[in-house]
């Protein structure tokens, strides 16, 4: 059948065609907060109904139904141009200040003395997507985790949030009830439902924070972030912690190369976080070359050693390291708790000079 040949019942399918395509293009941008399966579904019949205009408008284009023809291409590049705004924004992150949630000051130590040691713990809390699988008793596993060693300052990565399961940042600051400070790495709840990031949990008020995005950025898709922190610790000055996650691929080594030239002019005192290196990577020579100082955990990691806290050369004249040792997250506890991570987790005790 030819364009001229058309029957009336095909201007139907066009305006059946229009409808649908505009309905999931709304759609995508209006409900796709309600899960990633959701916003792959509607994206994607989004996709569909722009390329089944596209095609039926290059094909009548030549036809006497040429006006409607030029309105299915508009229509057409139109989706898939909203398609990929959508897809852009769920992918665009931008360097900058964060905000800062919590306290404005530290009452902890009785009559005001300066606290004399520092617990720092470090957990890759496993963000879970797609499936989010236990992710309510892993979410209530970690807390009595974090709970049980009483940390004064906690660096996470793969920090979530969902539109199932909450912001894990803000019900951990309310939980353990301390400051924090979040930043996305990837994802977006707005737009899909689900992302995931660093945040630092601190007993001491955060004075503020900084997302630094890393590069290299392999692959494409994909940001590998810092979130800077500087916490005001009582009488003694503020404290610069930085949480950091580097991909997991090759990139990894430059993006620690990239990290420790940013870092010059922050003056960071503690890094923290999943570098996804081990120890004789160089990603992790860089930083024992520029003077930092490694708290090494003194028993067994039941994972590879790819987490890590560094103290800096001038923060660890002040702080000795007093103890440091892995948290064995990655396996059940009998009569406890689950697993909570694929990570496991490093407590580090740090005792002032």
């Known amino acids: 059948m030819t364009p001229t040949d058309e029957p009336r019942q095909l201007s139907g ?29 509607f994206l ?14 290059l094909y009548e284009i030549g036809s006497s139904y040429r006006m409607i023809a030029v309105i299915n291409l508009i229509m057409g590049l139109g989706t898939w141009a ?66 049980r060693h009483d940390a004064d300052i906690v660096v996470l990565q793969e920090a979530w949030i969902t ?12 939980e353990l009830g301390v400051n924090h400070a979040y930043a996305r790495a990837n994802g977006s709840h707005y737009h899909i439902g689900f992302e995931e990031g660093i945040a630092i949990l601190s007993r001491f008020p955060i004075i503020e924070a900084e997302r630094i995005l ?27 912690v930085v949480g950091v996650h580097l991909s997991n691929s090759d990139a990894a080594d430059d993006q620690a190369g990239y990290l ?11 890094i923290a976080g999943d570098f996804n290196s081990l120890p004789n990577a160089r990603a992790m020579k860089a930083f024992v070359a520029g003077g930092f100082v490694e708290a090494l955990p003194n028993n067994a990691s039941a994972e590879p050693w790819i987490d890590h806290v560094f103290l800096s050369p001038a923060f660890h004249k002040r702080w000795e390291i007093k103890e440091a040792s892995w948290i064995i997250t990655t396996q059940a506890v009998p009569g406890v708790r689950d697993a909570i991570s694929d990570h496991d987790g490093i407590v580090v005790e740090l005792r002032r000079r």
């Open 13 to 41: 399918v066009t305006l059946a065609a229009w409808a649908i395509t505009i309905l999931c293009v709304g759609l995508l941008w209006i409900v796709g907060y309600a899960g990633v399966y959701v916003c792959i579904s």
């Open 44 to 57: 994607g019949l989004s996709l569909f109904g722009g390329a089944f205009l596209m095609g039926k408008g």
């Open 82 to 147: 909203a398609g990929g705004v959508f897809v852009l924004q769920v992918l665009s992150n931008e360097e900058g200040r964060m905000p800062v949630a919590g306290r404005t000051h530290y009452i902890g130590y009785r009559g005001g003395i300066p606290p004399r040691k520092i617990r720092l713990l470090n957990l890759n809390v496993l963000h879970g997507y797609p499936d989010f699988e236990k992710q309510r008793d892993r979410f209530s596993d970690t807390v009595k985790e974090l709970k």
């Open 163 to 174: 539109s199932k399961h909450g912001n894990m940042p803000e019900r951990l600051g309310a």
């Open 214 to 240: 890393l590069r290299p950025r392999r692959p494409w898709w994909e940001h590998r972030i810092a979130l800077i922190a500087k916490v005001n610790v009582p009488d003694l000055g503020h404290v610069t």
């Open 260 to 270: 420790i030239e940013i870092l010059r002019d922050r003056s960071p005192d503690i």
